[in-house]
């Protein structure tokens, strides 16, 4: 499989290995009988009970991002509430607002205790879909980190001097802007399916199951899937970076189906390896990550340290699956960078390292106050 990836990559230079990787497996499961139908039903579930929330949330988030306000210039001006603003920038879904802050350390706009606030606020792109399947969670998980930010910034701040790295502020372009063939009429005939997508989620988030079969056809897993299948396509043929699609400034129906595509290929990544892996253990492999106990939390704040959106993305689904307790959801979200975390290392590497390392103290402490003192109320 890796050889075969390697050889379209080279027929199809602007596709990026992993992409490839990753949807040769895609191609294999579909290929064999006993996961066919799973990976169908998976790739169905997650159109209707991710895509068509996250979508809409991600529409509606942008939609409220288009205003005159300059962010960059006010933080500037107001270097002394720089935690705040930080913290502000790092808890907006996605990682836009901590790629800004992580381009205004270059610059010593804002301080090493500022970036560290972002890093420990953000969650990533992993928060549009917390936000659209748990609402109620997101409502006690994002504020929390959003304070427990402001409190280990100006924690940071006092020990400023002893902590922060040194660093010559040097000008480095993160990505060289990449040119997206990806045919227009694949988003033209997604933003057609997002639309029914959008009205199956709604019922199923109800808990109303429905379906139309017509001659032995069930048209919602076909609508479904065929959009779960556009998302992957979207998502492979598009050569821009994840990191490029996060920090996207122009507010288009283009980039905002980009991002949900991009979330939407991980999060069927994370319902194929639930229902594959309880296909093959008989359906008793995620009751035995209860044995884990006091673990759990820890072992999710350790994935938060690596890079990317995808990997969160994967425990937010363990959470939303109820394989995880809040306690380890809190952890992941306090300690994740998301892809922030790139061009940060690009940036200063010393800096990023330092920083996310320490961001998994609070995570620590918050999480494990949470699982021993809160979750057994």
Known sequence: ??????????????????????????????????????????????????????????????????????????????????????????????????????????KKAISFSAVLTTL??????????LIAAKPKAALIILPLAYVVAIVTGYIAKIFEKSIAPEFTPRTISIEENTVNNTPKFFYYLWMILIIPGIIFG??????????????GYDIVTIISFAGALLSVFIWLFNPTSDVQIAECKEKTAISVTDLTC???????????????????????????????GPLVPLVAILVGFIPGCGPQILITTLYI????????????????????????IVISPK???????????????????????????
């Open 120 to 129: 420990v606020a953000t969650m990533g792109d992993a928060a549009f879909l």
């Open 321 to 344: 699956g109820g394989h995880i307790p809040m306690a380890a959801q809190i952890g992941n979200a306090i300690s994740n960078d998301g892809d922030a975390l790139f061009p940060a």
């Open 262 to 292: 991009f979330v939407t290929a991980w999060v069927i990544v994370a319902f194929l390896t639930f229902d594959v892996i309880n296909y093959f253990t008989g359906g008793s492999m995620f009751e035995r990550i209860s044995f884990l």
């Open 202 to 215: 709604i019922y199923n988030a109800f808990g109303q199951s429905l379906s139309f079969i017509v001659s």
């Open 1 to 106: 499989m890796v050889e075969l990836a390697f050889k379209l990559a080279k027929i199809f230079p602007s596709l990026r290995l992993a992409k490839i990787i990753l949807f040769l497996i895609f191609v294999g499961l579909f290929s064999i009988q006993a996961t066919r139908d799973i990976f169908i039903q998976s790739a169905s579930n997650a159109f209707i009970s991710v895509t068509s929330f996250v979508a809409v949330t991600i529409f509606l988030f942008h939609f409220l991002q288009k205003t005159s306000f300059d962010l960059q210039t006010f933080l500037h001006r107001h270097k002394k509430f720089d935690i705040l603003i930080a913290a502000f920038l790092g808890i907006l879904p996605g990682c836009g607002g901590a790629i800004m802050v992580m381009t205004l350390y270059v």
């Open 351 to 377: 800096a990023a390292i330092l920083a996310t390392l320490y961001s998994g103290i609070p995570a620590v402490i918050v999480s494990y106050a949470w699982y021993y003192l809160v979750s057994k109320f």
